[in-house]
């Protein structure tokens, strides 16, 4: 009997075991397609088998890529905007000029554009407008810049003070007496450094004389006058004395473009209108002839030869004060003639020594 109960129950543990394992199979079942694929390709040679018409399927097509788009390049980076000054034309980084001076500068940008601005590091040196143009006004080393955008471009300006000095006959002057001896019109120059810079004549009291633009100065009336070089912010001044009234309507050099010819009596080279000597003193007087052809004969000759003698090579003796002749007029006069051409020079005989 127990081994009966025995079997009976080893009979229900397998059928409840069988209908365990039954019911796991069904959950874990494959679908008959994948079955049929696996049984259709080997185990070892799958992962080499080609795509099944499911996977194929299933697949992605691969994107195609615009054909603008495989076309398309990347936008070059532009070059960035330069810029150059310019003066008279050139490309320039350094300039050298004096006080004084008015220039202008052009800037050049490498795309063209405008509209930049000009500054100076140092404007009471030398200052720019927005066109510019550069004034120098002191010696110094300052730098102009122009600058547009992100780009700019410098000068740098070396000012330097020009110097300039008055010279008469090859002598430095500053103080010059205007009498008989040399005339009333007397040549000065400027010496000037550097060679070439502009020079500007004045005269503080034109009165008494006048300086024309190229340093002729010309005796207008007794007294004391100022005549002064100016080259930019440098000056150059000397005193000019006249001491005697000069005489009206006496014969000078000609203009430069004067035609006429004419005779001209010269001391020293210098046109001479009116001199003086002592009793018993000799001066050597010449003469220049303007717009006359060849070599023509000179007669020397004076108008009241009480009081002067010339002989003739125009050398003037002084015999008598000609103080005594006319209180009005205390003159003789000088006569160079040639042919129809004649130049007077006023002569005053002092009894004292000229520097008495």
């Known amino acids: 009997m127990k081994r009966k109960t025995r079997r009976l129950i080893c009979l229900l543990l397998s059928a409840v075991l069988c209908l365990a394992l039954t019911a796991c199979e069904k959950k874990t079942e494959t679908p008959p397609e994948t079955v049929a694929a696996a049984t259709a390709i080997p185990a070892d040679t799958a992962s080499f088998a080609p795509q099944t018409a499911a996977a194929a399927e299933t697949t992605p097509a691969p994107t195609e ?30 300039l050298g000029f004096q006080t004084a001076t008015v220039f202008q500068l052009h ?28 004034t120098c006004w002191k010696a110094g080393s300052p730098r102009i810049t122009y600058t547009q955008g992100n780009a700019s471009a410098s000068v740098t300006l070396t000012i330097t003070e020009p110097t300039v000095r008055i010279f008469f006959a090859g002598a430095e002057k500053n103080d010059i007496t205007i009498n008989g001896m040399w005339g009333y019109e007397i040549d000065l120059d400027a010496v000037v450094t550097p060679e070439g810079t502009p020079v500007t004549w004045i005269s503080d009291d034109s009165t008494v004389a006048t300086v024309t633009e190229t340093g002729k100065v010309i005796a207008r009336g007794m007294g004391t006058t100022t005549i002064r070089a100016k080259c930019g912010t440098a000056e150059a001044t000397c005193i000019v004395r006249i001491t005697v009234n000069p005489p009206v309507n006496l014969t000078a050099a000609p203009g430069v473009d004067d035609t006429t010819p004419r005779i001209v009596i010269v001391f020293w080279g210098v046109p001479n209108t009116d001199f003086t000597l002592t009793v018993g003193t000799k001066v050597q007087m010449n003469y220049i002839l303007y717009n006359v052809p060849g070599d023509p004969a000179v007669t020397w000759s004076i108008e009241d030869p009480t009081f002067a003698s010339v002989d003739a090579n125009g050398v003037v003796t002084g015999l008598k004060p000609t103080a005594q002749k006319d209180p009005l007029h205390p003159y003789t006069k000088l006569i160079a003639t040639c042919g129809d051409l004649r130049c007077e020079c006023v002569v005053r005989v002092r009894a004292e020594d000229i520097n008495g």
């Open 65 to 94: 890529t615009p054909e603008s788009a495989q076309e398309s390049t990347p936008e070059p980076t532009p070059a960035p905007v330069t810029v150059t000054l310019q003066y008279d034309g050139a490309p320039v980084t350094a």
């Open 107 to 134: 800037a050049a940008t490498s795309d063209g554009s405008s509209g930049g601005t000009w500054t100076s590091s140092d404007a009471s040196v030398a200052s720019v407008d927005e066109n510019g143009v550069v």
